[in-house]
């Protein structure tokens, strides 16, 4: 896929009235916005609209689409509008891509602007529909996100180390196949980690495990081993008897190593020689991608193998990407945002992006 697009300052703005496709899909609680810092990555593209005179009309999702048709559907029902009418209606038209609701939004503007890199990997119709009948560009956003991790995967300054972490394999199978054909090192932890030691005939205990990705797992070890690609796993494990209940609350652990987890016990947590691996070979790489945490990061006592590798990639002189989600959370609440190169907005579409996959939403924009 091209991901050398134009952007705002490729085209002329003077005058126009430009739709602008932001992600103000803000976390609430009681109607009060908890974090601004999606509205905030907005403001250089709004600013930069304004002062070359654009007429700028800005739009975002709020919530799941789904919800939100629901919610309408049950105070249409209520108004007494007829069931069959309701169903018709447009919001069904933003996640089906439907011609009229992107030709609808369209009509109002003379550019199409696209800078919300979290609704990118959707093919709606404010993310992809709309530039079927407008000029559409990137924002500086989505120029940065794409600039950024484009160049990590297609040209990357080695050695190129990726981390992922996360519960299931099931959920990572493109990424690490895709990224096994580009990286010189490529560490797995988190809950995934397991059925890998599984595949490596170690007993994991309670562990979460997908036992219908052992075969993938073992293929993918083989892959790594005929390409000469480092593929690190756990050495130890932080394991307890049952999940925290809750899931910050207080929990008994300790350390073994990861080819002697007991029975009937689980891993949380990489252990402390796992995390002192992992930072080695973040700290002498020269590009560094990760995504997902390596164990259960909501619970202080099962966060330190998160922490270490945020702490890793903020010691390190490489180039740091963090893909969205818990890893993106986990750099910013410990301080780390203004130590790593380039903090990903958006989790799903980071991920795809890992995957090699075409974004939908970024198709759609011009090439330079």
Known sequence: MNYAKKSVKDVDVAGKK???RCDFNVPTKDG???SDKRIVAALPTIKYLLDNGAAVIACSHMGKPIATYDAYVKKQTE???DPAKI???????ETKN?????KALASMAELYVSDAFGTVHRAHASTAGVADYLPAVCGFLIEKEIGIMGKALADPERPFVAILGGAKVSDKLNVISNLLEKVD???IGGGMAYTFLAAKGYGVGTSLLDSEKLDYCKEMMAKAE???????LPIDTVVAKNFPDPIDGPIDVETVSSSEIPDDMMGLDIGEKTRELFAEAAKSAKTVVWNGPMGVFENPTLAKGTIAVAQALADSEAITIVGGGDSAAACEQLGFADKITHISTGGGASLEFLEGKELPGVAALLDK
């Open 18 to 20: 430009v739709l602008l």
């Open 32 to 34: 009060v916005i908890t």
């Open 79 to 81: 108004k007494g509008t």
């Open 87 to 93: 169903t018709e209606e447009a919001w069904k038209g």
């Open 98 to 102: 439907n011609p009229d609701l992107a």
């Open 185 to 187: 090192t490529l560490i």
């Open 226 to 232: 005929e390409k000469g690609v480092k593929l690190l």
